[in-house]
T-cell receptor, first 113, second 114 residues
């Protein structure tokens, strides 16, 4: 069965610091991977996705993620985090022939001004 | 562009009362539609999905049901709410075109069962 692990429940960074959110997945075939962001009381917004090709993918709001098949990871990064990036971040996986996403339990990001 | 609407935004209902949450999508046709429930610290739980009118797949046995009376309308219902039904309910749509598998989420409905 497919699964997603986000090891960090809560991360706090200072405004302007760099960020890396970890995501590890388990999937029996070629994975399709996603990162979403959710502000309090709102729906999820897609940040970026990986299907194939270049393992470093760029997304909206200056985020990027790197797919590492050998480590079964898809970590999200940003070089400098503004206060407005405080939110909860979800990693998700699916694969060919499946229309269902499996989500991790999320990482809450707090940003200290 | 595509948009997804959910209503109501918030709802407070007593135990044993019925429930109807509605989700509509604009700007696309024949979308795949999804209902999720989100509880604090537990991530997103897929409840139902639909790949076409009248086609509903249930992921979790419970006292909830879903219907898709029109192509871009998805309804979540219950005849009698339980306290455990409280949570944040999210509707999402995805294109049926391969290889796009991402889903796009609505603003959600906060349900409190008292």
């Amino acid at each position: 069965a497919q699964s997603v692990t986000q090891p960090d429940i809560h991360i706090t960074v200072s405004e302007g610091a760099s960020l890396e959110l970890r995501c590890n997945y388990s999937y029996g075939a070629t994975p399709y991977l996603f990162w979403y962001v959710q502000s309090p009381g709102q729906g999820l917004q897609l940040l970026l996705k990986y299907f194939s090709g270049d393992t470093l993918v760029q997304g909206i709001k200056g985020f990027e993620a790197e797919f590492k098949r050998s480590q079964s990871s898809f970590n999200l990064r940003k070089p400098s985090v503004p206060w407005s990036d405080a939110a909860e971040y979800f990693c998700a996986v699916t694969g060919a022939g499946s229309y269902q996403l499996t989500f991790g339990k999320g990482t809450k990001l707090s940003v200290i001004p | 562009s595509q948009t997804i609407h959910q209503w109501p935004a918030t709802l407070v209902q007593p135990v044993g009362s019925p429930l109807s949450l509605e989700c509509t999508v604009e700007g696309t046709s024949n979308p795949n539609l999804y209902w999720y429930r989100q509880a604090a610290g537990r991530g997103l739980q897929l409840l139902f999905y639909s790949v076409g009118i009248g086609q509903i797949s249930s992921e979790v046995p419970q006292n909830l049901s879903a219907s898709r009376p029109q192509d871009r309308q998805f309804i979540l219902s219950s005849k009698k709410l339980l306290l455990s039904d409280s949570g944040f309910y999210l509707c999402a749509w995805g294109t049926s075109l391969v290889p796009a598998y991402e889903q796009y989420f609505g603003p959600g409905t906060r349900l409190t069962v008292t």
